[in-house]
């Protein structure tokens, strides 16, 4: 359980974002959350959090701006009382021929997926201690990539492998373990397991079907957890399979 922790999820005002959160308030975590735009949505997770009987706080930053992003962590740690559990989640879906991908989506995708993380990481670790939980969302497609148009979106998830890898090197020393974990196709709105595309992607899978954002969540929060203090610098998969 996580009585007393806090935590950080960006993007945590929708899918699977804000299913962590709940999952996270619900072990007893205090949640902050960052979101770029559905104000009220995050205002709704927050008071979602809050009947949990824990504190919860919703911070507007633009994954993009690294100022913003370090200004999140510290209104956190001064708000909650520290910071123990950061969850790197908002992402992005570019998608499209890999002659039409201009630059500027290269850089904002790699800014808002890769550099995010390093930047949150790197302030949220001045702040942990032993115990200390660095988790960041990665994708299924850093791993295997079924069909065409997704070569911007699996470079930049994969980015998180190196860093994962390199965070628990730099910060196992100070008994903080950082990981990654891989969704599969999730019913989100981003990608409703009802869209002209679910067919097709539970094609893919050996399950035959999506997963649900509770499904990531829980895995999020074992890896939180004290259960799971011996696992670090590696990638879990859920993903029904999409990887088998």
């Given at each position: 359980m996580l009585?007393g922790r806090v935590?950080?999820?960006t993007g945590?005002?929708?899918?699977?974002g804000?299913?962590?959160a709940?999952?996270?308030?619900g072990e007893g975590?205090?949640?902050?959350?960052t979101y770029?735009?559905?104000?009220?949505?995050a205002r709704a997770?927050?008071?979602?959090?809050e009947t949990?009987g824990v504190?919860?706080l919703?911070?507007p930053?633009?994954a993009t701006d690294a100022?913003?992003?370090?200004e999140?962590?510290?209104?956190?740690a001064a708000?909650l009382?520290g910071l123990?559990?950061l969850i790197?989640n908002?992402?992005?879906a570019?998608?499209?021929p890999?002659?039409?991908?201009?630059l500027?989506?290269?850089?904002?995708?790699?800014a808002?997926h890769?550099?995010?993380a390093?930047?949150?990481?790197?302030?949220?670790a001045r702040?942990m201690?032993?115990g200390?939980?660095?988790?960041?969302i990665?994708s299924s497609?850093a791993?295997?990539?079924?069909?065409?148009?997704?070569?911007?979106?699996?470079?930049?998830?994969?980015?998180l492998?190196g860093?994962t890898k390199g965070?628990?090197r730099?910060?196992?020393?100070?008994?903080?373990?950082?990981?990654?974990?891989h969704p599969g196709?999730?019913?989100?709105?981003?990608?409703?397991?009802?869209?002209?595309?679910?067919p097709?992607e539970r094609?893919?899978t050996a399950l035959d079907?999506?997963c649900?954002?509770?499904?990531?969540?829980?895995?999020?929060?074992?890896?939180?957890?004290?259960?799971a203090?011996?696992?670090?610098?590696?990638?879990?998969t859920v993903d029904?399979?999409?990887?088998?």
């Amino acid at each position: 359980m996580l009585h007393g922790r806090v935590a950080l999820v960006t993007g945590g005002s929708r899918g699977i974002g804000a299913a962590i959160a709940r999952r996270l308030a619900g072990e007893g975590a205090h949640v902050a959350i960052t979101y770029a735009r559905a104000a009220d949505q995050a205002r709704a997770v927050v008071t979602e959090v809050e009947t949990m009987g824990v504190r919860g706080l919703a911070i507007p930053a633009e994954a993009t701006d690294a100022a913003a992003l370090t200004e999140a962590v510290e209104r956190t740690a001064a708000a909650l009382g520290g910071l123990d559990i950061l969850i790197n989640n908002a992402g992005i879906a570019p998608y499209g021929p890999i002659e039409d991908v201009t630059l500027e989506d290269v850089d904002r995708t790699l800014a808002i997926h890769a550099r995010a993380a390093f930047v949150l990481a790197q302030a949220a670790a001045r702040h942990m201690g032993d115990g200390g939980r660095i988790i960041s969302i990665g994708s299924s497609l850093a791993e295997r990539v079924p069909s065409p148009g997704w070569a911007l979106y699996s470079m930049s998830k994969s980015a998180l492998i190196g860093l994962t890898k390199g965070l628990a090197r730099d910060l196992g020393s100070r008994g903080i373990t950082a990981n990654l974990v891989h969704p599969g196709s999730t019913d989100t709105d981003m990608n409703p397991a009802d869209g002209p595309d679910a067919p097709q992607e539970r094609s893919y899978t050996a399950l035959d079907r999506y997963c649900d954002p509770d499904d990531i969540a829980a895995t999020v929060a074992h890896l939180a957890g004290p259960g799971a203090r011996n696992i670090t610098g590696t990638s879990i998969t859920v993903d029904a399979g999409t990887t088998a």
